[in-house]
């Protein structure tokens, strides 16, 4: 198993940034791709970005990209996420995920993920 563990979230004013960390441990993190999700209060959790095993391979979801970074560091065992131009919709616990050995083919369910942080909590003022 993979134990992943988030950190980085706050409480920030609109048109902020932020980095979150997603921190592996249990397995060796280069043989998993990527993933964070996000979920409002209220709303199902959704897809936000995924990463590839060595990291050349990224895709968004249509609502963050242009502002959001995914990335890893292998030898840290570590992956992130950029949030830039933060706004309050944006406000929501965010979680990272983790599929061994490949991107899964539909990579925006959750269900694909064999593996979940326990989340952190970003909050975006106006």
Known sequence: ???LV????GLVQAGGSLRLSCAASGRIFSNYAMAWFRQAPGKEREFVAVISLTGGTTYYSDSVKGRFTISRDN?????YLRINSLKPEDTAVYYCA?????????YQR??????????TQVTVSS
Do not use: F
């Open 110 to 119: 959750s269900d694909e993920y064999n593996y979940w942080g326990q989340g």
């Open 1 to 3: 198993q993979v134990q």
């Open 98 to 106: 983790a599929k061994s050995l490949r991107i899964p083919n539909i």
């Open 75 to 79: 030898g840290k065992n570590t992956g």
């Open 6 to 9: 988030e950190s980085g979230g």
